[in-house]
Structures are given as structure tokens and as C-alpha cells.
């Protein structure tokens, strides 16, 4: 049984820094893929950033520059730091982890305002 938790959201200023961790559990499989997804009020969720089994790294064009998506393997985390974090970033923020299918965090909410 797969377990996705994400943690480290929060209220930030405008052009604040935000990094936020997922940690996955619970699987014996290879992870194909793991990734950021948000959510923001009135959309559908998008992805923001993908980090593949290689190491190859992509992002959404609004965050490129802004976000690094990372991975520590041997704590079994992803992170995302996000910084000159804007209002239209605030979001929900979930974490996948592709083991032959996606599995989802709950979310973790981030508002960006003054």
C-alpha cells in the first residue's frame, strides 16, 4: 500500500521562498516517475514539475527559473523550493508517485499574498 505525504506549505509574501517535501512509502516497485501537481482555485490540476527515473527534470513554463524540483533517495522525499513565489502560485500543491500507476498525496495548501 503506497503512502504519499506532502508537508511544507504555508502563507508566503509575494517573491518569498516556500520548499516543500513529499515522502512516499509503502512499495517494493521501481518508481517511474515522481512529480508536483497543483491545483489553483477555479482549475483543474496541472502539473508544475517531473522528475523521472533517470534524473530528467521538467517543468511547467510559468515556474521554469523559479522552482527546482529535487530527490532524496535514500529518505524516499521529493522537494520543491519555489522561489519569487507570485500570487498566481498559490495553490494546492500534491505530490505523484508513479509505481505502474500514479498515486496521490492529499495536498498541501499554499497562498502567496501580501
Known amino acids: 500500500h503506497v503512502q504519499v505525504v506532502e508537508s511544507g506549505g504555508g502563507l508566503v509574501q509575494p517573491g518569498g521562498t516556500l520548499t516543500l517535501s513529499c515522502t512516499y512509502s509503502?512499495?517494493?516497485?521501481?518508481?517511474?516517475?515522481v512529480g508536483w501537481y497543483r491545483q489553483r482555485p477555479g482549475r483543474e490540476r496541472a502539473l508544475v514539475a517531473q522528475m523521472s527515473s533517470s534524473g530528467r527534470t521538467t517543468y511547467a513554463d510559468s515556474v521554469k527559473g523559479r522552482f527546482t524540483v529535487s530527490r532524496d533517495n535514500a529518505k524516499d522525499t521529493l522537494y520543491l523550493q519555489m522561489n519569487s513565489l507570485k500570487f498566481e502560485d498559490t495553490a494546492v500543491y500534491y505530490c505523484s508517485v508513479r509505481i505502474g500507476r500514479d498515486y496521490w498525496g492529499k495536498g498541501t495548501q499554499v497562498t502567496v499574498s501580501s
Open positions: 509503502g512499495s517494493d516497485f521501481a518508481i517511474a516517475s
